[in-house]
C-alpha cells in the first residue's frame, strides 16, 4: 500500500491475468510488510491463489494538474510479492 499510494477504504479495479476477471472493490489494510494480497468475500471466489493480478486505483484532476502527475508502478517480486527496490 505504501508504494502504490494506496489508502485503506481506497475503490480499486482487480484484474486477474490468470482467468481474465475485473470486478472493483475496496482496500483493507493488512499486515505491513507481508507481501500478503488477500481477497474477501465475493471476491475471494474470483480469483486462486498464486493468480497474478494487477490492482489500479484512479485519480481525478484537472488538466494541469494531469500533465505533471507521476503515477506509482509498483512490480513486486514474483515469487514473494515483496518490493525488489523503491
Given at each position: 500500500m505504501d508504494a502504490a499510494n494506496l489508502i485503506a477504504g481506497e475503490k480499486v479495479h482487480?484484474?486477474?491475468?490468470?482467468?481474465?476477471?475485473?470486478?472493483?472493490t475496496y482496500?483493507?489494510?493488512?499486515?505491513?510488510?507481508s507481501g500478503c494480497i488477500?481477497?474477501?468475500g465475493a471476491a475471494a471466489?474470483?480469483?486462486?491463489?498464486g493468480d497474478?493480478?494487477?490492482i489500479m486505483s484512479y485519480?481525478?484532476?484537472?488538466?494541469?494538474?494531469a500533465k505533471h502527475f507521476q503515477p506509482a508502478v509498483v512490480f513486486?517480486?514474483?515469487q514473494t510479492n515483496r518490493l525488489v527496490h523503491e
Open positions: 482487480i484484474v486477474d491475468n490468470n482467468n481474465g476477471e475485473r470486478f472493483e482496500i483493507i489494510k493488512g499486515e505491513r510488510g488477500c481477497l474477501n471466489r474470483k480469483v486462486q491463489v497474478v493480478v494487477i485519480a481525478l484532476m484537472d488538466f494541469e494538474e513486486p517480486d514474483t
